[in-house]
């Protein structure tokens, strides 16, 4: 019997099978336990995995990353604290989500019975995403667009937007440094702050807008000024600006864009995060930072806002305005500070 060899090209892989509906509700209720509850799914797919030596990388499975990405969309919220709320602390700023959370629940349209708090997650100094376990308070945060807050003497502004991924915030700013053109001058000296904007003029071209200045923490002497220039002088862009005074000084104003070297650790100009001395410097503070923290530890928040125009039970606050309870932010300012609402805009504008 002759045998008949048969030549055969590569085969193409079988055809994955159709998603259902009720596949998509089974991946929309793992991430709901897993950002709701903390409870990652230990049987999901992980991906493809490919890497050598002591790195890998997976390639996730797509469908299930859109599914994902869909749920985080739906129930979560950005978070931007602008200019000096910044530099609040981690806990005040959870608390200042707490006090929004507390104030969506108290107009008794959420069932109280059910009703839990969402999960928070500071991003960076002045982003703090906040995953809503109701959809109704993500939605209702998103609609405020920007409001601001009191403790003690001092507001406080920030911004609720949609959550964005990383490669869409990416795309975004790119979208935003092409349109805008930014130049920071950086620790300005009082003695140059009088002419700062006239000398930016000259020096780069026309002011679009100048932003609120922004003193630093460590050198109070300082300040940072935030300047939006036409796009059509960004080919005239300047490292530093000197100042020469009556009296024979010389000021140095440094000046950053988009292009300048920023840590991402100290979020500070002019360097990297590899040459960033808070890297040298960790090793020898964390134990010291670890005892103060155990020493000034705070308790968590757990006031509840009062509703908005029940001024009955106000203590003295002529506004009429929302104040935490004992257990929140004013217990952590050292007892005499108030936590005060006020919108200063967006559609969801209300009286303060």
Not at 138 to 155: F, H, K, S, V, Y
Not at 182 to 210: C, H, K, M, N, S
Not at 236 to 252: A, S, Y
Not at 254 to 273: D, G, N, Q
Request: glycine share 8%.
């Amino acid at each position: 019997m002759t045998e008949v060899e048969m030549t055969r090209g590569p085969r193409s892989p079988p055809a994955a099978p159709a998603e259902t509906e009720e596949d998509n509700e089974r991946l929309r209720e793992l991430a709901r336990r897993c950002y709701g509850d903390g409870i990652m799914p230990a049987s999901i797919d992980p991906g493809v995995t490919s890497g050598e030596g002591r790195e890998v990388r997976f390639k996730v499975n797509r469908h299930i990353d859109q599914v994902k990405i869909s749920w985080l969309k739906e129930h979560t919220v950005t978070i931007i604290f602008r200019n000096g709320a910044r530099f609040l602390s981690r806990k005040v700023k959870e608390d200042i989500v707490r006090a929004f959370e507390d104030e969506r629940s108290a107009d008794g349209s959420l069932d109280s019975a059910t009703f839990s708090r969402g999960r928070v997650k500071v991003e960076s100094p002045n982003v703090v995403s906040y995953v809503a376990k109701n959809v109704a308070v993500a939605n209702w945060m998103i609609l405020n667009e920007r409001d601001e807050i009191t403790i003690g003497p001092t507001r406080y502004a920030f911004e609720f937007q949609p959550w964005l991924t990383k490669a869409q915030l990416k795309a975004q700013r790119q979208e935003e440094d092409d349109s805008v053109f930014w130049v920071i001058a950086v620790q300005v000296p009082l003695d140059a702050f009088f002419y700062l904007e006239a000398q930016v003029t000259r020096a780069i071209g026309p002011v679009v807008r100048v932003h609120p200045a922004e003193q630093d923490r460590l050198k109070p002497a300082l300040i940072s000024i935030k300047f939006e220039i036409d796009p059509a002088a960004r080919d005239n862009m300047r490292d530093k600006i000197w100042v020469d005074t009556c009296e024979g000084d010389f000021l140095e104003v440094k000046l950053a864009s988009v292009e300048t070297p920023r840590c991402r650790r100290c979020r500070a100009f002019f360097h990297t995060e590899a040459e960033c001395r808070r890297n040298r410097q960790q090793g020898q503070e964390l134990p010291a930072q670890q005892g103060q923290s155990e020493a000034t530890s705070r308790p968590q928040y757990q006031g509840h806002l009062r509703p908005p125009g029940n001024q009955s039970n106000q203590g003295g606050n002529p506004n009429g305005a929302p104040v935490a309870g004992g257990d929140g932010a004013s217990a952590m300012m050292g007892g005499d500070a108030t936590l005060e609402r006020g919108t200063v805009g967006g559609s969801g504008t209300r009286a303060p």
